[in-house]
Structures are given as structure tokens and as C-alpha cells.
């Protein structure tokens, strides 16, 4: 990632007409599950995995986070709280309908799916985090990153962004390749394609928010007790393993399994074992539904 010092005084671009409450699919077997995508991403990260439990009869529904699709101007002043608030709505939504309700996140996305767990306990069936993010500790993360508690500290924040490099989370090169072609001819105010592609840029901002959602939740992991899985790639560029074994360490959870791949980097939703992760969340789920029948 480099860093970018941007003072912007003009007004974006106009951004995509597709900026939509995100993605909905009506099941058949009175079981909904909550997606939440990543910050700076958008529900398309989530679509193959949304897609292949609707096919087995999850009704399902991925809101697009707070502001997400919108210039980023707007988008780094939204807080966790907000992106949190998205989350909560789509559950409170499900819960009405469906008896059993279950939540899965992608990186940032993961976090708050915990948050679902310890707001609402076992009213949540159980919660798969995928590549969660409290460290940004992966192989491919810039050395200077030790310097972001004092840019949280400073007005700085507000004009810092760090813009994404290759690989972008994928290990798949023809996804790395597409990403790469989007990344490279996107301007930090162009928000043109953000809606369905997330951001080529990160502001610290939103970084800051992140920090003060892993110090709040940090506090709040003893609590959650609801059945919990964990998949993170072992060569996750972004977040190391240790993340997921932080959350597997410290919930009170008695059901809850760890999950590592061999073949993908962070985005493990629609990297090459996209299909592997989409059916062991659908097992770790129907484990759940077969067991309180019995």
C-alpha cells in the first residue's frame, strides 16, 4: 500500500446509480443468513457465497454497509457504529420471519457479525467469520503501518488514505488481474464504480473507526456464546492467522471450530477456494438446524 495526502476542495464525481440496499435472495427452507462484506468492499465480495446458500434454501441478505457506494468524502466519515447499525437492521429484519437465523462477515464484515452474537446471544443460530480483521498483520502490509495511532491522534487522519497494491487480497491471478486493470485507472474522487467494485483507496479514517471497533469488541469476546466458526487462509496477505485464533481463544463459545486454507489470500469469498468456504459454512450451519431438532 502507499500512502496518498489528499486536500480535497472540488466536488467528486458523480457516483454509480447502483448504489442499492445490497443483495436479497428469498429461500425456501425458513433459514435466513446475514452477510456482511468488508470495509471499503461491497456485497458483490459476497455473492458467490450468498448465491450458493440461497441455492440450498437459505434465504439470504447482505446489506451494503453505511455509505458504502457513495464519494469518499462521505464514506470516511461514517463511524462503526453506522456500519454496525446496517448489520443489526438486516437481522432484526430476518428474525421476524425466519426461525433460524444465522450471520457470516468478511474481514471487517467479521467483526460485526460478533457484535450481532453479542448483542442478541442465542437469538443469533451461529456466526461464521471469514478472514477476520483486528490486526493488520499479513504478509503484504507496509512497514510503516506502526505509525497509524499517531495519524488517530492527529487531524491528519482526515487527509491520509492508503491505496491498495496488488495482489488485493486475491490469489487468483485472473481476479488479481481484473482488480488490478479497475484499480489502476480510479482516482481517489472518482467514485464512479465503487458501488459494485468497493474502493481502490482506504482512508485512515476509516482505519481509525476499525481501531475503535476491535477495542470495543475485544472487550465484549467473553460474552458471546453462540456456536462459531473461524476460516482464514495460513498466507492471508492482510491479517495473519493470529486473528482468527485471538477471537477462538477468548469467546466462551463451546461449539466453535478453526477452519485454515492453503490455496487463497484474504478475500476467501471469491478467491480459489471460494467453494470450499461456501460449503463448510453451509455444514457449520446445517450442523446447527439438525442439532436442535434432535
Excluded at 133 to 149: E, I, Q, R, V
Aim: aromatic share 12%; glycine share 6%; with cysteine.
Amino acid at each position: 500500500m502507499s500512502v496518498i495526502f489528499d486536500i480535497n476542495f472540488k466536488k467528486s464525481k458523480r457516483s454509480s446509480p447502483d448504489t442499492d440496499r445490497g443483495l436479497f435472495l428469498k429461500g425456501s427452507n425458513g433459514s435466513a443468513v446475514i452477510l456482511a462484506h468488508g470495509m471499503t468492499g461491497s456485497p458483490q465480495e459476497m455473492k458467490f457465497l450468498g448465491t450458493f446458500l440461497n441455492q440450498r434454501g437459505y434465504s439470504v441478505i447482505c446489506p451494503r454497509l453505511a455509505n458504502h457506494g457513495k464519494p469518499i468524502e462521505i464514506l470516511k466519515k461514517t463511524t462503526w457504529q453506522e456500519f454496525y447499525q446496517s448489520v443489526r437492521s438486516a437481522f432484526l429484519e430476518m428474525k421476524a420471519e425466519h426461525k433460524f437465523v444465522f450471520a457470516a462477515g468478511l474481514s471487517m464484515g467479521a467483526l460485526l457479525t460478533l457484535l450481532l452474537a453479542d448483542d442478541f446471544g442465542d437469538k443469533l443460530s451461529a456466526v461464521s467469520c471469514l478472514s477476520p480483521t483486528l490486526f493488520y498483520d499479513g504478509w503484504n502490509t507496509p512497514w510503516y503501518k506502526c505509525f497509524l495511532p499517531l495519524a488517530f491522534i492527529t487531524p491528519l487522519k482526515r487527509f491520509l488514505y492508503f491505496k491498495e497494491e496488488p495482489p488485493y487480497g486475491i490469489k487468483n491471478e485472473q481476479i488479481q488481474r481484473l482488480m488490478h486493470r479497475y484499480y489502476s485507472n480510479t482516482g481517489l474522487h472518482n467514485s464512479e464504480h465503487v458501488a459494485r467494485y468497493g474502493y481502490p483507496y482506504f482512508p485512515v479514517t476509516l482505519f481509525y473507526q476499525l481501531h475503535l471497533l476491535v477495542r470495543h469488541l475485544s472487550k465484549r469476546l467473553p460474552n458471546i456464546n453462540v456456536p462459531l466458526q473461524l476460516i482464514q487462509a495460513r498466507n492471508d496477505d492482510i491479517t495473519s492467522v493470529k486473528n482468527s485464533q485471538f477471537i477462538y481463544d477468548r469467546v466462551k463459545s463451546s461449539d466453535k471450530e478453526l477452519i485454515l486454507l492453503d490455496n487463497s489470500y484474504h478475500v476467501i469469498t471469491a478467491d480459489q477456494e471460494r467453494e470450499k468456504v461456501a460449503e463448510k459454512v453451509d455444514s457449520f450451519f446445517k450442523k446447527i438446524i439438525l442439532q436442535s431438532a434432535v
